[in-house]
């Protein structure tokens, strides 16, 4: 039996793991702290700016949240580069989760900064200069929504972002902004979520049909805020700043059908 295992191993072709890279960029004062999950190999790859949560990309020790360090080597094992901006921890800013007076904002400087690291990105010789996405989280997610307006197309001459994917999102006011995109965008988000409602989010995808790129949104059934983290029970945290019913009251809680699916949604919308 040892020796079968042993012969089956040799069939296993290794893959070489992600280097990962602490990155800063900007220009001038404007100066943001970036975590990249990169492949092995020359490139290019196509490649994900990767917009964090309410929480921060990272925790209190300062080290980044596993849900990213999950995602960044699952894609990159898949040939996709990943960059995070860390919007907070640059500004000296820890989670924002119970922060209502809010310096750094979604459709601000959130914006901003996944422009900056577009731009970034467009000088780097690895980087496939025609296949960088988009992907967010809740609000990270938000930002991702903001971003993929026709009005905050960027300016210059390199390429815009390809498509984009918005996990969980809070969609209330931008579809009484009258949101559309001017990219494929994917949204996902949980039918049972009442931090971030998919009521809103199908709202806000119906008004944009007819004047907007391609939008989809996938509901997944008895799956809770924050659906993508593997092995998290199903609680509820108190003290947010923002929540629907205003209690500061929401459950979040992992849902393994909706991980499954989102880790083979994600890259197969981005990669296209």
Same mark, same amino acid.
């Given at each position: 039996?040892?020796? @079968? ?39 290019? @790859? ?37 960059? @995070? ?156 700043? @923002? ?30």
């Amino acid at each position: 039996m040892r020796v @079968f295992i042993a012969l089956i191993s040799l069939l296993i072709p290794i893959v070489p793991a992600a280097a990962t890279e602490k990155i800063e960029f900007g220009v001038g004062e404007y100066r943001l702290n970036a975590e990249l999950y990169r492949p092995a190999g020359a490139g290019p @790859f196509p490649t994900i700016v990767a917009m964090h949560g309410c929480g921060g990309l990272l925790d209190a020790a300062g080290k980044t949240r596993p849900q990213y360090v999950d995602w960044g080597e699952k894609l990159a094992a898949q040939g996709i580069a990943v960059l @995070f901006p860390d919007s907070y921890g640059s500004r000296g800013l820890g989670s924002q989760c119970r922060v209502r007076s809010r310096s750094v904002q979604p459709f601000r400087e959130r914006v901003a900064d996944a422009q900056a690291a577009r731009d970034w990105l467009q000088a780097q010789d690895w980087v496939q200069k025609d296949r960088i996405s988009l992907l967010g989280w809740s609000n990270g997610a938000i930002a991702t929504l903001w971003t993929v307006r026709p009005r905050a197309a960027p300016k210059d001459s390199h390429p815009d972002f390809r498509s984009a994917v918005a996990l969980y999102p809070g969609c209330r006011r931008l579809g009484e902004s009258g949101w559309s995109t001017r990219i494929p965008t994917l949204i996902l988000i949980g039918a049972a979520d009442n931090w971030t409602p998919a009521r809103d989010c199908e709202q806000m995808v119906a008004g944009a049909r007819g004047r907007s790129a391609r939008a989809t949104i996938v509901k997944y059934r008895d799956a809770h805020h924050a659906f993508d983290r593997e092995n998290l029970p199903v609680v509820e945290l108190r003290g947010l700043a @923002f929540t629907p019913d205003g209690s500061g009251r929401a459950t979040i809680g992992g849902n393994a059908e909706a991980r499954a699916d989102a880790l083979q949604r994600v890259p197969q919308w981005l990669t296209r």
